[in-house]
């Protein structure tokens, strides 16, 4: 699959071959729907916990006498008959957060991403490095993409200071690594704006694309060699 590759004039300067694994998928509303509002329920770090009647402030007179009032007999104001009381049964520190494989929140993102290519939403820059931290620059690169004015997400190499300077004041857009790219800032934004380094560094974190393939084997055999010393080693020391 070929995608074009434009620079920050806007014009194209050639493609760039990428894999339908991840750029070319149908859509999974539901998938997509499960990771969003597990990472929206992770955002907000909410825990489920009430007092009981111990940990609730007061309560330590007794209300008025046993016998002799006609009223019901009560030891503390916090009680959970009464207004203000403790809470009888419920909940303790429960984490109401929910959880989704490393698989399932890469697929989404997959998704989402294929369907941005579809649509025209999605833009390869051959580079997004920035001589000062001027926001001109930023926004003459939107406007030369047609997506000024519009909702964006630029991806490309945080590490840059002039990269997230040059976006920060650009409203409706955001600038961060590739390496946070996550379901909630894809969907709240139309368009997708990535320099070619990222690009190649979102591919090689899916398992599938060949780079992180022979990234992995190569890691394998290091790993292997290693081992293989040492065992080495320890025969020489055996032998001493």
């Not at 009680?79 to 989404?108: D, E, H």
């Not at 000062?132 to 840059?160: H, I």
């Not at 560094?201 to 081992?227: C, F, W």
Request: hydrophobic share 35%; net charge positive; proline share 3%.
């Amino acid at each position: 699959m070929q995608l074009d590759v434009y620079n920050q004039k806007g014009q194209k300067t050639g493609q760039v071959t990428v894999p339908e694994g991840i750029f070319s998928l149908i859509r999974n509303d539901a998938l997509v729907y499960q990771v969003f509002t597990v990472k929206q329920a992770k955002a907000h770090h909410t825990y489920a916990h009430t007092k009981t009647r111990a940990d609730v402030r007061g309560g330590g007179r007794k209300p008025w006498k046993q016998k002799g009032t006609g009223r019901a007999r009560h030891g503390s104001r916090r009680s959970p008959l009464w207004v203000g009381g403790g809470i009888t049964f419920g909940p303790r520190n429960v984490k109401a957060a929910k959880t989704v494989n490393q698989k399932m929140n890469k697929k989404a993102i997959a998704t989402v991403l294929s369907s941005q290519v579809k649509s025209n939403a999605l833009f390869v820059i051959d580079s997004l490095n920035f001589t000062e931290p001027k926001t001109r620059q930023g926004a003459s690169l939107l406007a030369a993409l047609g997506a000024q004015g519009a909702s964006n997400l630029v991806l490309g190499d945080a590490s840059d200071s002039h990269f997230t300077r040059v976006f920060r004041n650009i409203p409706k857009t955001k600038a961060t690594s590739v390496r946070r790219i996550n379901i909630i800032d894809l969907l709240s934004r139309k368009n997708c704006i990535l320099s070619s380094d990222a690009l190649k560094s979102l591919i090689n974190s899916y398992p599938g694309s060949e780079d992180s393939i022979a990234s992995r084997s190569e890691t394998v055999k290091n790993k292997g060699k290693l081992l293989s010393d040492k065992k080495i080693n320890k025969e020489k020391i055996s032998a001493i």
